[in-house]
């Protein structure tokens, strides 16, 4: 007889005491109305606040919980990923505990997956409880790494997604250390359907992504999946030599057949300063990359956990999956 298939739900949680037990208990309202038995993956990431006590409480109440608890805060693509290489379902979603993806549209993304989907991705109409600046910037940044990119990622689209088991083990091959998963969901391909949803606003906490912190994950996103920016630092570099060498020939000129009574000084600097400029400007943009590629080249551990709690009912063994760069500290 067939085995009944396995939901993984991935909840990567870092400092969400105030919302988990509100979360947990509209996710375990879904979960239990669902026709397929489920898991649901806690990953603490490092949380300094009582995320831990809240999560082992939950756990107790439920037999269905798992706990991952990494070695300190490695941020939550890593968590994420985690959770993910540690899930054992045919089919993970991935969602956070803030509230702002409701639970409910869960059933929505399991019957996307069983019209044979590998990839339903929850689509945002609407973000509510967010300011303007952060809607502006969020739906530029969306457009403009949809431009760079060379594969189709999909506009105002979180992390919120149900993946086939297909889809988890081709991730499970990407494990580069600068993580955009959501290029990454892209990037692999397969059949992918997206479900519309607004979004609400932030139950309880604050949210831990200020503007600095999304400045550069904007700029991990376009430096993972696109050269442009390489590109671009080219074009300005050629444009401005050409602009020099214009210029010179003019001042050559201009000496020449009327003379330079006046020293330029003034527009001396003005040459200097902007040459020099573009050329730090590309010498930063190299840097970013180089950077990258020397954070490659350590092939340390995505991550490194030091607990991992099973959900307590037996369950099959997991799916195989490719484990690497994935070291455990303690049990």
Known sequence: MKDRKLLSIVIPAFNEADVLPEFQRRLAAVANVLQIECEIVYV????????????????????????IELSRNFGKELAMTAGIDH??????????????????????????????????????????????????????????????????????????????????????RLREQHRFMKGLFAWIGYPQKAVPYRRDPRHAGQSKWNYWKLWNFALEGITSFSTAPLKAATYIGTLTAAFAFIYGGYIIVSTLLFGNAVAGYPSLMTAILFLGGIQLAALGVIGEYLARMFDEAKGRPLYLISEHQPSRPAMRPRLATRQHGVRRVGT
Do not use: C, M
Request: net charge negative; aromatic share 8%.
């Open 44 to 67: 603490n990431d490092g949380s300094t606040d009582g995320t831990p006590s809240v999560l082992r409480a939950l756990r107790q109440r439920d037999d269905r919980i798992a706990i």
């Open 87 to 172: 899930a054992r379902g045919d089919a993970v979603i991935v969602i956070d505990a803030d509230l702002q993806d409701p639970p409910e549209l869960i059933p929505e993304l399991v019957r996307g997956w069983e019209e044979g989907y590998d990839v339903v991705y929850a689509q945002r109409t609407e973000r509510d409880g967010e300011s303007l600046a952060k809607k502006v910037t969020a739906t530029l940044f969306y457009r403009v790494i949809g431009k760079l990119a060379h594969f189709y990622i999909p506009r105002d689209t979180g992390d919120f997604r149900l993946l086939s088991r297909r889809a988890v083990e081709a991730l499970g």
